[in-house]
């Protein structure tokens, strides 16, 4: 595991098991920029990430066909 794992298994470990919303998700990301804006591009980098990552997916699997 990396070092900056250990947020993500505690996340995980702590909130794995409840049920979220992309809303929620978003509005949470929105509230953690507010209070730390010098992470504001990683976050925008990580909700565009998160967005496009079945489109990404689909990219891949029509260019083997």
Excluded: K, S
């Amino acid at each position: 595991m990396y070092f900056t794992d250990r947020g993500i298994e505690e996340l995980e470990e702590r909130r794995g098991d409840e049920p979220v919303t992309l809303g929620w998700l978003a509005e949470r990301l929105r509230d953690f920029v507010d209070q730390n804006p010098e992470f504001e591009t990683a976050v925008e980098r990580l909700a565009t990430w998160l967005a496009r990552a079945d489109d990404e997916d689909d990219a891949a699997a029509a260019e083997d066909i």
